[in-house]
């Protein structure tokens, strides 16, 4: 699972009781400022209650320079994990205070957060800041985004389980790398990495002869990407691999 928080323009990491340190604005009849620290504590909260059989794993937050902007990424993960069950749940928000940018929220197995205002995730909540029901609204599109992600990544969990039961040889695999390039999924220099990793793993679970460990040699090369193309080049690569492979 690929979970970032990246500061790029500026942003300084901080704690989330940090996060109380930043006044809130004024309500107007224009906007409705939704406060960083509440945002936050709501979306733990809320997480917690609904995603069963989950516990919080961890949370890191930024505000930009001058704390109007707050970004955050935070991460459950499962309480009785089985042997295969490697994902964790990662829920990333923002928020701004100076009306240049909606509350957010974005939940996936693989989420970027990054003060650039790159903000993916495979679903994804915005509210501006206007109207007298805001907050009530908000909260209710978080419930549904996390109700909506308890499937997602059961869908996820079991294409998993399937790649590691799907054999692949290395000439399979060979081939496997030879399509991503070749759909724009991997560019040159990263079709290149992945082929060193079947030659060279650099990890003990890239060297079984499974559709996993193929899979899992793209995703290493997939690192490399853009901040901006991260997500799309991974949503692209379980997407042909899945329908290759898995109906």
Not at 17 to 33: A, D, F, R, V
Request: aromatic share 8%.
């Amino acid at each position: 699972m690929t979970t970032q928080l990246l500061t790029q323009c500026g942003s300084r990491r901080c704690s989330l009781e940090q996060l109380l340190t930043i006044p809130e604005p004024e309500k107007t009849k224009s906007y409705t400022p939704l406060n960083h620290y509440d945002f936050a504590v709501n979306i733990l909260t809320i997480a917690s209650d609904l995603l069963k059989g989950y516990r919080f794993d961890r949370d890191s937050y930024a505000l930009s320079s001058d704390g109007q902007k707050m970004f955050g990424v935070i991460t459950f993960r499962k309480i009785n994990p089985g042997p295969d069950e490697e994902l964790k749940v990662a829920i990333g928000l923002r928020n701004s205070y100076n009306k240049t940018m909606s509350a957010g929220l974005v939940i996936g197995s693989t989420v970027l957060v990054c003060d650039n205002l790159v903000f993916s995730g495979d679903i994804k909540v915005m509210r501006k800041h206007q109207g007298e029901d805001m907050h009530e609204d908000l909260h209710d599109q978080i419930v549904t985004a996390i109700y909506k992600s308890q499937h997602n990544f059961h869908q996820i969990s079991e294409d998993v389980q399937a790649m590691k039961n799907r054999t692949m040889t290395q000439k399979q695999k060979y081939e496997f790398i030879g399509l991503l390039t070749g759909e724009g999924v991997l560019s040159a220099t990263q079709s290149s990495a992945a082929y060193k990793e079947l030659w060279k793993p650099s990890h003990e679970e890239f060297k079984v002869d499974t559709l996993w460990a193929g899979y899992n040699c793209a995703t290493e090369a997939l690192k490399s990407s853009p901040v901006h193309q991260i997500i799309q080049r991974h949503s692209a690569l379980h997407k042909i691999t899945k329908g290759l492979y898995l109906n």
